[in-house]
C-alpha cells in the first residue's frame, strides 16, 4: 500500500431508519438518522430530512448515542398519504465536515377502508328474512362512491355480493351504504358471517378489509315477556329502560313497559337505565308471563340509611 493510501481517511457514513418498517397513510414515522465514523469525533450540526417530493420532512441537531462512538438525529412526522414505497434523503448540514446524503425507503400502507354492519336484529328467527345495512368508507377521504363488498357465510361461502350507493348515510359526508335483506339460516345457534370490503380500482391503492358479523338464530317465538319498569320509591314508570333475555334485547316505552316474543326456555331478565341499578331475575319462561322491575336508585346512602 502506497503513502497516499494510508494518508487517506474515510469520512462519516450517514445512516438513516425509518420506524414502522411500513406506515398507515398520515400516521406517526419516526426517522432517526445515525452519523457512523471509523473513529470518534464530535460534530456539531443538524440532519435535515426530504420526502420523496423533495420537501423538507424536518430536521433535528445531532447528538451523542449514549454508549457509543456515533452521534444521531430523530425526528417525528406526518406518513404522507399516497401509497407504495418512496425515497426519501437525508442530510447532514455541519461545519465540521461532510458526507453524502443518504437515501432510505418509505413505505406507506395501501389506505385502509372502513366497513360497518348495523340494523341487524339481536335474535333473527331461523328461516325468516333479516335486513343488514353495510357501510363503505375510506378514512383518507378517497370516495366510497360505488365501491363493492361482499357477504360471507360462515363456511365461507359468499352469500351475495353488491355495491354502496351513489348518497352517503344522512348525517356523514362519506359512509356510502347499502341495504340488504336476507334469509336466516334454517338451524338455530350463533353463526359469524363476514363482509368483504373489495379494493376499488384506481390510482390509490386500498387494502381488503374483512368484517365479522355475529347472527344468533333462534326459534320461533312461542311465549310474550310483558315487562314493566318502575322507579321503587315513587312507583313512577322508567322509560327507555334497557331490556334484555339474551339474545333478546329491546327498550321500555314512554310508559315503562317492554315486550320481547320469546322461544320457551331458561333465560335472565336484566332491565338497566341510568340512574338505577340494574334488575335481574332468572328463570323457566313456559307461557306468557309479566315482569315487574322495580329499580332502585344507585346513589350514596347515608349513615343512618346505611346503619339503619
Not at 325468516?128 to 361482499?150: N, Q
Not at 344468533?216 to 334484555?244: F, H, Q
Not at 341510568?274 to 309479566?290: L, N, R, V
Amino acid at each position: 500500500m502506497d503513502e497516499q493510501s494510508q494518508d487517506m481517511r474515510v469520512g462519516p457514513l450517514l445512516v438513516v431508519e425509518a420506524n414502522p418498517e411500513t406506515v398507515g397513510p398520515r400516521s406517526e414515522l419516526v426517522l432517526t438518522a445515525r452519523l457512523e465514523t471509523d473513529e470518534p469525533i464530535q460534530v456539531e450540526g443538524e440532519i435535515v430530512f426530504y420526502d420523496a417530493t423533495g420537501a423538507e420532512a424536518g430536521r433535528a441537531s445531532l447528538s451523542d448515542l449514549p454508549g457509543h462512538t456515533q452521534q444521531q438525529a430523530r425526528i417525528e412526522c406526518i406518513a404522507p398519504d399516497s401509497p407504495g414505497a418512496q425515497t426519501w434523503t437525508a442530510r447532514l448540514e455541519s461545519a465540521d465536515c461532510s458526507c453524502e446524503d443518504a437515501a432510505f425507503t418509505v413505505t406507506v400502507a395501501p389506505h385502509p377502508i372502513s366497513v360497518s354492519v348495523w340494523d341487524v336484529p339481536s335474535a333473527i328467527e331461523q328461516g325468516t328474512s333479516f335486513p343488514m345495512m353495510v357501510g363503505l368508507k375510506c378514512p383518507c377521504g378517497c370516495d366510497a362512491k360505488g365501491w363493492s363488498f361482499r357477504l360471507l357465510d360462515d363456511q365461507e361461502q359468499e352469500i351475495t355480493t353488491g355495491t354502496v350507493g351513489d348518497e352517503p348515510w344522512p348525517g356523514t359526508t362519506s359512509l356510502y351504504y347499502a341495504r340488504l335483506d336476507l334469509g336466516a339460516p334454517d338451524a338455530e345457534g350463533a353463526r359469524e358471517w363476514a363482509v368483504i370490503a373489495v379494493p376499488p380500482e384506481g390510482d390509490t391503492p386500498h387494502a381488503q378489509r374483512r368484517l365479522p358479523v355475529r347472527l344468533n338464530v333462534s326459534r320461533s317465538p312461542e311465549v310474550t315477556l310483558r315487562i314493566e319498569a318502575v322507579d321503587a320509591v315513587t312507583n313512577a314508570p322508567v322509560p327507555r329502560a334497557k331490556v334484555v333475555a339474551h339474545p333478546y334485547r329491546c327498550r321500555t316505552n314512554e310508559d315503562g313497559v317492554a315486550e320481547l316474543r320469546l322461544p320457551r326456555g331458561f333465560y335472565t331478565v336484566f332491565v338497566s337505565g341510568s340512574p338505577y341499578f340494574a334488575f335481574k331475575s332468572s328463570g323457566e319462561i313456559t307461557e306468557d308471563m309479566a315482569l315487574k322491575a322495580v329499580m332502585y336508585e344507585d346513589r350514596e346512602f347515608s349513615l343512618s340509611e346505611t346503619w339503619a
